[in-house]
């Protein structure tokens, strides 16, 4: 019977965050071309809806630069775990034979495959850390949670800027909001409605207020929802490779280093 693989499923995050990009981009020249944009700039007085533009492709460039990094990561995992089914064993008896290295400072093994290819990833440090924790707690019980949450976290990384830029997106687009509304209001404290000439003027203001608060909620929203969609598809492929080394190491790797020190 073949040994189960574990496999990294799902396609690589840059493709539908390009799809997705090129679609709202498309969707931005199209509302230029009828003068939307061009609109909203005039009519937002206070510039908030221009800095949650600016706020929206900074977010996105780091959405797509941690997203390129993601997919070199997923790339590490595959090669790291075609070593380990390739080399795993052999490599774990010469840990359990030998322990250190002849310098003392790292562990022989899986970090030194005789073709060197476990690779540099996070994926493969977390296996050289299992590898070394093996070693050197002796006979006791391999666990690796705290190994895994450590695992987690590197490889979050800073996706958790996401969930910021959409927050602040949002918390833009309400302060625009208050702001239209103190723009709308003002002049009705001091409205003279003898003059028409001075409800004429009031009811400008009022109209640019009104035009304030609307603009900059609806781009913080939209920017909010934009932000949301493209850290979704980094985290959805963060957790595939983290379930990829959860289902690699479990299976491949601590079956291996428990059955390597039992008795017999």
């Known amino acids: 019977m073949s040994e189960r693989q574990p496999r990294l499923s799902g396609a690589d995050p840059l493709l539908p965050w390009l799809v997705f990009t090129g679609v709202s981009i498309f969707a931005f020249l199209v509302l230029w071309y009828f003068g939307f944009i061009a609109k909203m700039i005039d009519e937002d007085k206070t510039y908030i809806s221009v800095v949650i533009v600016l706020l929206y492709i900074a977010s996105s460039l780091h959405c797509l630069w941690r997203i390129l990094a993601i997919g070199r990561e997923g790339e590490a995992a595959r090669r790291t775990a075609q070593a380990i089914i390739r080399d795993g064993k052999s490599a774990l008896v010469a840990i ?9 400072s790292a562990p022989i093994g899986l970090g030194s495959t005789p073709d060197g290819k476990l690779g540099h ?3 493969a440090g977390h296996i050289r850390d299992l590898v070394t924790k093996a070693h050197l707690q002796g006979a006791a019980r391999l666990d690796q949670t705290l190994l895994l949450r450590v695992l987690a976290d590197r490889l979050r990384g800073s996706n958790r800027y996401g969930a910021f830029a959409s927050d602040t997106l949002m918390k833009l687009g309400l302060l625009g909001t208050i702001v239209g509304f103190i723009m709308m209001l003002a002049p009705i404290a001091g409205l003279d409605t003898d003059s028409k000439e001075a409800v004429r003027s009031s009811m400008s203001l009022m109209s640019g207020g009104m035009a304030v608060a609307m603009y900059t909620t609806l781009v913080g929203l939209i920017g909010s929802i934009l932000i949301k969609v493209q850290y979704h598809f980094l985290d959805g492929a963060t957790s595939r490779i983290f379930s990829f080394a959860v289902d690699l190491t479990e299976v491949h790797v601590i ?4 059955a390597q020190r039992a008795p017999g």
């Open 255 to 258: 079956s291996a280093l428990e």
């Open 96 to 104: 359990g034979s030998t322990g250190m290295s002849s310098t003392g």
């Open 121 to 123: 990833g996070l994926v």
